[in-house]
């Protein structure tokens, strides 16, 4: 089956794509949206130039949407339906993991699409999504936190297993972030045919949040 991938440019995303072409789905591509101003990805504040760089690394065709503020519902099906009929797709991959908002919403529009949504990690334990994607041999760094329940010094810090067991002992961190808790940006693991090289650049709080930039 023919399927597009959405891609954030984080663990989840990255993790979901792999375990999908590991089925055997045919990945036509990488989807990765930005804001209006085509200027940083819509997911984790990651600039749309290292996305770019980092899809390019997975040696997949990649493409960036700059999407609406109002209206992304319409722009998304709009969108899915050309390539329904330019690239064939009969599928979009999702990283959701258990928020039930997201996939009703996922449910609902791949139905009015008639598209199969491809959900590889949906209601997996986050613990073991983690450890899965450490002993595959990715390699992530964090690049944002909710201000209130991380603070700046965990930016940079990679996903490994000691990180994991702080994250443990503080008791209130989903493993995987699914609650908004903090996001990645994947540079090396099996879907990559090089390392993404980049460096890291200045922490800011935007919003509640924490930030770091990826040069």
Known sequence: ?????????GKDSCLAC?????????IMGLLNFTTSSETSSLSHGLSAEIIGRQT??????????????????DEFKRLIEEWKR???IEGIVFGDIYLDSHKKWVDDVCQELRVKPVMPIWTKDTAGLVKEF?????????????????????LGREIDNDLMKEFEGMGNIDPCGENGEFHTFVYDGPLFKEKVKFNNGNKTLRDDRWFLEIL
Do not use: C, H
């Open 1 to 9: 089956m023919k399927v597009i991938s959405l891609w954030s440019g």
């Open 18 to 26: 792999y375990r999908a072409k590991s089925k055997g789905y045919d």
């Open 56 to 73: 390019k690394m997975t040696g997949m065709p990649s493409f960036q949407k700059a999407m609406p503020k109002d209206g992304y519902r």
């Open 86 to 88: 330019t690239k064939g």
């Open 134 to 154: 450490i002993n595959l041999g990715f390699k992530a760094i964090i690049v944002a936190t909710r201000a209130n329940k991380l603070g700046e010094e965990w």
